[in-house]
């Protein structure tokens, strides 16, 4: 298989939710990775992203497959905060791992937002085994769509070293 | 008609928003008034709650029917507060009037809350053109059977004095 | 209430279903009546109307308001035959009578859908206490303001002789 | 991979609609084949099954992947018959080829509901490229655990000879 997918750039988090520890894509080589880009104040992400994020956490064994939230606040900061998203993660029941994308230092687009381009929320993000970026979708993508990406790279087999 | 029907207590609101000055339920007699108790980080209120009271707006001319939201907040008061709901409304698009309702000096539970003895959210109150409680009703209600409510209350002609 | 809305037309049936006798408009004065005209398989009947119906039937109570299905085939007409609606009608659960609308000698629309000027299925005719046309509707009318209508309707007094 | 998987009986039609010539699951392979066994009167298959099959239908390209309806009726034969299902097919709009399955000499299951065991309808039939069952499943399954098995399956590469 050709090298023609670009590896995923590191995740910059100012604060973890949901997880013991601090989650690393390199330590989850081996796994398919979807990363759900969402504010919790934004309506299609909540209508539709956050439902679609929870269906895929049920649908697939942890060990094919991790879905990772990405709090990419880049609008309203100051209501959006970790103790709202703390508040919000329990009132929708949502249990898969958090992250708090990094603010940056100049600007409102935090900085894992800015690596991946991402255009705004809801965004999806779906890595395969080896890491490398597969899709990233601005916008809602539908179920029968994005089940056919995940199941052909949950069967893919990594190449060997 | 019997006047079994109770009056409805005041609102006490700290604050409103999308109306240039305060409302009083005294000063909307001759109308029907659909008072939606939510929390803006409530499940059920922003799935089905928040949309039907937009389509109450959209269905009933002004002069027949106001919808009136009410932010009836009794836990993760530092997170809901009147920054946030302004957000809130501007994201999800609300031009009804909304009240803010007055904290209590002690408890959890806001005082408009504690007047109509909401047990939650999201609430639904409809008061007839005279200002009387004819439906108080915690969780969702379908659109046919609140949309019959609403009809008939319309229809109803008032009193003569 | 001035008599401004024009009085049914009479229903002509060929063959009636879940009634134990022929259903007259003259019977049922004093009561709301709603008429869904359909056509067993017209999708849009199928996915929106025929549901509907059966959340009227549920909503009102039936001394207040009496649903009635109209099969009014105007295309296909050799597979929408009795025999077939009966299917559909058991399979589908459909519990209020339906009348099949009587062919005309000539030309594919039938008796009741001419006298009604009815554009298509499905269609929704509502009459009130007084057998009056208050709406004739092609196409789907959504809940809420359908409920309002029918609301209204039934909160309407009849007039004294 | 391990020979785990049964072949798939051959498809046994009396008929076949929207496709110029018979259908063979042989000529078939090397490409992921999606049955979807209906009768066209059967509430669920029109409101979930034949809406998910022309989503598959849409979501793959045909090189990959075949949607065949197959008309298993087993019940009310009269009325779901061929000219009636071509109304169906007509009115719902499909596009994909439909085989009417053959009637048994004796009882009421169709000679392919017979060879896959089918248990009722909608059931959902999927073969891999190399024409083995990997999923025949009575009911409706969600678009999102169809979608990761279609995706994995059209991911496989055949067995060399």
């Given at each position: ?31 398919v990775?979807v ?21 895929i956490?049920?649908?697939f064994?942890?060990?094919?497959l ?60 779906v ?19 994005l089940g056919?990406l995940l199941g052909r790279l949950v ?7």
């Open positions: 298989m050709s090298a023609t997918w670009e590896l995923a750039p590191a995740l910059q988090i100012r604060q973890w939710l949901n997880t013991p520890e601090p989650i690393s894509l390199e330590g989850l080589r081996g796994r990775v990363l759900h880009a969402f504010q919790m104040l934004c309506p299609g992400c909540v209508s539709q992203g956050i439902p679609q994020a929870k269906r956490q049920a649908a064994p942890a060990e094919d991790i879905v990772i939230g990405l709090h990419t606040v880049f609008e309203h900061h100051a209501v959006m905060n970790a103790e709202a998203l703390h508040v919000f993660a329990h009132e929708y029941g949502l249990s898969f791992p958090m992250g708090i994308d990094q603010p940056a230092e100049r600007g409102s687009v935090p900085l894992t937002m800015q690596a991946y381009a991402l255009r705004g929320t809801p965004s999806l993000i890595l395969d085994r080896e890491g490398r970026i597969r899709l990233n979708h601005f916008g809602h993508l539908d179920d029968l769509r056919a069967g893919e087999q990594p190449a060997p070293d």
